[in-house]
């Protein structure tokens, strides 16, 4: 019996061989002046092209949306001009690829951001529990200052632009970020939004900031290019959701009539999102399970075969075996990836785990 990860799906907006996408993965390889992507990086994902569906690394739409070293952008027509080399060559090799849009918010550091700037936030709340990455090493977090509507009004229209360049730079179409303890998602919780403006202060005003930048490039680019990522009771970076349910049955409900590409949501905590959210959503969904590597590919393919999901989406594991659909199809043995070599550096850990084929 094939696995049900190996079969075509036709969904109202996406065709794919397979139901395998590669999940977003920052690898923090771009050039840290320009945001420019590595040269590199052309080939990492076009080893990987057999994926059904890629989704790239978190790309920045505004310098101070930046995580920190090596993170590319999406801004600049020389990261424009960088990204479409990617995009063809992945094209040229059958591959589908989205961009992922990423504004981090309060999860940068002033090290990391033009003139030393403040990072922006819903809300002036620190992350105290973690540490963040900059061009010294790690250091303690600083308060992140509240963002005013001007900003964020500047923040959506970036978003808006960064998908125009996507398009530019020839993706199939774009992911947001809404996951992972991110801007977005610092808007949704209750932890890390104690505003009272519109934009804050009750469920609609929780839910205004993803629903502007939804609505914004689904408006750009045509909602039928637009993926939305959420990790709806992820406590990751600081995130404290007191009512998961609540938040994104209601942001869900209000995104679902845009006719957007997909909605990609990760499984975690004990909310039960893809259950609770599957028949709230009449698009494509993908799923993704914060979980041990060894039991991925079972884990999918539950999910698939339950009808949780029409595609499930794999981040570790592509790391250390670009020919994944094909090593699932023959049960060959999955290969580890070396954590030292994840972030940064060049090809090593990067673009050479080897396919099968050329292992023999
Ligand atoms: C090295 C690494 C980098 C990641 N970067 C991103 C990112 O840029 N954007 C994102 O939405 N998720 C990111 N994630 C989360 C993955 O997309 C995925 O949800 C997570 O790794 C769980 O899937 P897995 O168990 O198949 O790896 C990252 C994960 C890893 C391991």
Same mark, same amino acid.
């Given at each position: 019996?094939?696995?049900?990860?190996?079969?075509?799906?036709?969904?109202?907006?996406?065709?794919?061989?397979?139901?395998?996408?590669?999940?977003?993965?920052?690898?923090?390889?771009?050039?840290?002046?320009?945001?420019?992507?590595?040269?590199?990086?052309?080939?990492?994902?076009?080893?990987?092209?057999?994926?059904?569906?890629?989704?790239?690394?978190?790309?920045?739409?505004?310098?101070?949306?930046?995580?920190?070293?090596?993170?590319?952008?999406?801004?600049?027509?020389?990261?424009?001009?960088?990204?479409?080399?990617?995009?063809?060559?992945?094209?040229?090799?059958?591959?589908?690829?989205?961009?992922?849009?990423?504004?981090?918010?309060?999860?940068?550091?002033?090290?990391?951001?033009?003139?030393?700037?403040?990072?922006?936030?819903?809300?002036?709340?620190?992350?105290?529990?973690?540490?963040?990455?900059?061009?010294?090493?790690?250091?303690?977090?600083?308060?992140?200052?509240?963002?005013?509507?001007?900003?964020?009004?500047?923040?959506?229209?970036?978003?808006?632009?960064?998908?125009?360049?996507?398009?530019?730079?020839?993706?199939?179409?774009?992911?947001?970020?809404?996951?992972?303890?991110?801007?977005?998602?610092?808007?949704?919780?209750?932890?890390?939004?104690?505003?009272?403006?519109?934009?804050?202060?009750?469920?609609?005003?929780?839910?205004?900031?993803?629903?502007?930048?939804?609505?914004?490039?689904? !408006?750009?680019?045509? #909602?039928?290019?637009? $993926?939305?990522? *959420?990790?709806?009771? @992820?406590? /990751?970076?600081?995130?404290?959701? +007191?009512?998961?349910?609540?938040?994104?049955?209601?942001?869900?409900?209000?995104?679902?009539?845009?006719?957007?590409?997909?909605?990609?949501?990760?499984?975690?905590?004990?909310?039960?999102?893809? !259950?609770?959210?599957? #028949?709230?959503?009449? $698009?494509?969904? *993908?799923?993704?399970? @914060?979980? /041990?590597?060894?039991?991925?590919? +079972?884990?999918?393919?539950?999910?698939?075969?339950?009808?949780?999901?029409?595609?499930?989406?794999?981040?570790?594991?592509?790391?250390?075996?670009?020919?994944?659909?094909?090593?699932?199809?023959?049960?060959?043995?999955?290969?580890?990836?070396?954590?030292?070599?994840?972030?940064?550096?060049?090809? /090593?850990?990067?673009?050479?785990?080897?396919?099968?084929?050329?292992?023999?």
């Amino acid at each position: 019996m094939t696995s049900p990860l190996l079969h075509p799906y036709e969904g109202p907006h996406l065709t794919l061989p397979n139901r395998i996408a590669m999940a977003p993965m920052t690898r923090g390889r771009a050039d840290d002046l320009t945001g420019v992507p590595h040269p590199l990086t052309k080939d990492y994902y076009v080893q990987r092209a057999t994926a059904g569906l890629i989704v790239t690394e978190g790309i920045y739409p505004d310098i101070h949306g930046k995580a920190g070293p090596g993170i590319p952008g999406l801004v600049t027509d020389a990261q424009v001009a960088g990204w479409r080399e990617v995009t063809e060559a992945v094209h040229a090799a059958g591959g589908t690829i989205f961009a992922q849009l990423w504004h981090v918010g309060r999860m940068t550091h002033p090290l990391n951001l033009p003139g030393g700037a403040t990072p922006l936030a819903p809300s002036p709340v620190r992350i105290e529990s973690e540490q963040i990455f900059t061009d010294v090493g790690d250091v303690d977090h600083v308060t992140p200052r509240a963002i005013t509507i001007a900003e964020i009004e500047a923040t959506v229209a970036a978003f808006a632009a960064e998908a125009r360049n996507a398009v530019r730079a020839g993706f199939d179409g774009v992911e947001i970020h809404g996951a992972n303890g991110y801007l977005i998602q610092q808007f949704l919780a209750e932890n890390t939004n104690l505003r009272t403006d519109r934009f804050g202060g009750s469920l609609d005003g929780r839910i205004r900031f993803a629903l502007d930048v939804v609505e914004a490039v689904a !408006a750009e680019i045509g #909602p039928e290019r637009v $993926g939305l990522r *959420i990790s709806p009771d @992820n406590p /990751e970076n600081e995130i404290a959701e +007191r009512d998961p349910r609540g938040t994104y049955r209601a942001l869900v409900d209000a995104i679902d009539p845009l006719g957007l590409a997909y909605l990609h949501v990760i499984e975690r905590g004990a909310y039960g999102a893809l !259950a609770d959210l599957r #028949p709230r959503w009449s $698009g494509t969904l *993908i799923g993704n399970f @914060n979980g /041990e590597e060894a039991t991925q590919q +079972r884990a999918g393919e539950e999910v698939i075969a339950a009808g949780l999901a029409d595609v499930f989406s794999f981040g570790r594991l592509f790391i250390s075996n670009p020919d994944l659909p094909s090593r699932f199809a023959t049960g060959a043995p999955l290969a580890p990836y070396v954590p030292e070599l994840v972030y940064g550096g060049e090809a /090593e850990g990067y673009v050479d785990y080897p396919a099968l084929a050329s292992q023999r």
